[in-house]
C-alpha cells in the first residue's frame, strides 16, 4: 500500500501538500532512498522530504514492482526546500558527494536499475545547473558520471514504512556517505541594472 501518512516523521512537515510560499522541489535518486533521504531531510532549509518512485513507466509502481527492475523507477527522495536557506547547487554538491554517481545501474552492493543515479528537476535554471554539475563532478571524480537528468516526470510516494524509514529503524542498511570526492559550488555574480 502506498504512502497513506502525509506528515514527515522527524518533523511533522507536510509531506505531500502546503508548502510554503517561495518552496522549490527536485527529486533525487542516489540509490537505496533510505540513507539518501536521511542525509537530506538533515539539511537546514530543507522544509520535508519524502521517498518514492519516478523515471518509470508503471502508472502504479510498489516496492516489490519496482525492485524487480521491469517498471524503470528508480527509487528517489522528493525535497522541498527554501532556496533563501539553501539553493539547489548546494544541494547538487550534497547530492554528488555522498554516493558515487558513477556507477550506472548500481549504488556498492545494490544493483539494478532502481539504484541509478537520478535528478529530476522542475525548472529549466535547476536542469542548466545539474547538467553544469554533472561536468564538473564527471572531472572531480575522474571518469563520466551516469547520472539521469531531466525534468521532473511522475512521482509516486513509497509505501508508509519506507518514509524516514532510518528514523524509526536507526540500525538500518545504509550505504550512503561521503565520498571523498569534492568540488566547490560555482560563484554567482550578480551584475548592477544600468
Given at each position: 500500500?502506498?504512502?497513506?501518512?502525509?506528515?514527515?516523521?522527524?518533523?511533522?512537515?507536510?509531506?505531500?501538500?502546503?508548502?510554503?510560499?517561495?518552496?522549490?522541489?527536485?527529486?533525487?535518486?542516489?540509490?537505496?532512498?533510505?540513507?539518501a533521504e536521511r542525509i537530506l531531510w538533515k539539511l537546514d532549509g530543507v522544509h520535508v522530504t519524502s521517498v518514492?518512485?519516478?523515471?518509470?513507466?508503471?502508472?502504479?509502481?510498489?516496492?516489490?514492482?519496482?525492485?524487480?527492475?521491469?517498471?524503470?523507477?528508480?527509487?528517489?527522495?522528493?525535497?522541498?526546500?527554501?532556496?533563501?536557506?539553501?539553493?539547489?547547487?548546494?544541494?547538487?554538491?550534497?547530492?554528488?558527494?555522498?554516493?558515487?554517481?558513477?556507477?550506472?545501474?548500481?549504488?556498492?552492493?545494490?544493483?539494478?536499475?532502481?539504484?541509478?543515479?537520478?535528478?529530476?528537476?522542475?525548472?529549466?535554471?535547476?536542469?542548466?545547473?545539474?547538467?553544469?554539475?554533472?561536468?564538473?563532478?564527471?572531472?572531480?571524480?575522474?571518469?563520466?558520471?551516469?547520472?539521469?537528468?531531466?525534468?521532473?516526470?511522475?512521482?509516486?510516494?513509497?509505501?508508509?514504512?519506507?518514509?524516514?524509514?532510518?528514523?524509526?529503524?536507526?540500525?538500518?542498511?545504509?550505504?550512503?556517505?561521503?565520498?571523498?570526492?569534492?568540488?566547490?559550488?560555482?560563484?554567482?555574480?550578480?551584475?548592477?541594472?544600468?
Amino acid at each position: 500500500m502506498l504512502a497513506k501518512t502525509h506528515t514527515h516523521y522527524t518533523n511533522g512537515n507536510t509531506m505531500f501538500s502546503d508548502y510554503p510560499e517561495g518552496s522549490e522541489q527536485a527529486i533525487f535518486g542516489m540509490g537505496c532512498f533510505w540513507g539518501a533521504e536521511r542525509i537530506l531531510w538533515k539539511l537546514d532549509g530543507v522544509h520535508v522530504t519524502s521517498v518514492g518512485y519516478a523515471g518509470g513507466t508503471d502508472e502504479s509502481p510498489d516496492y516489490h514492482k519496482v525492485c524487480s527492475g521491469r517498471t524503470g523507477h528508480a527509487e528517489v527522495v522528493h525535497v522541498v526546500y527554501d532556496p533563501k536557506v539553501i539553493d539547489f547547487d548546494a544541494l547538487l554538491k550534497v547530492f554528488f558527494e555522498n554516493h558515487d554517481p558513477t556507477q550506472g545501474n548500481r549504488q556498492g552492493n545494490d544493483v539494478g536499475s532502481q539504484y541509478r543515479s537520478t535528478i529530476y528537476t522542475f525548472t529549466d535554471a535547476q536542469l542548466d545547473q545539474a547538467k553544469a554539475a554533472q561536468a564538473r563532478y564527471s572531472d572531480a571524480y575522474g571518469r563520466p558520471v551516469t547520472t539521469e537528468i531531466a525534468a521532473a516526470p511522475t512521482y509516486y510516494p513509497a509505501e508508509d514504512y519506507h518514509q524516514q524509514y532510518l528514523a524509526k529503524n536507526p540500525q538500518g542498511y545504509c550505504s550512503h556517505g561521503p565520498t571523498g570526492v569534492s568540488c566547490p559550488i560555482p560563484q554567482r555574480v550578480n551584475v548592477p541594472a544600468e
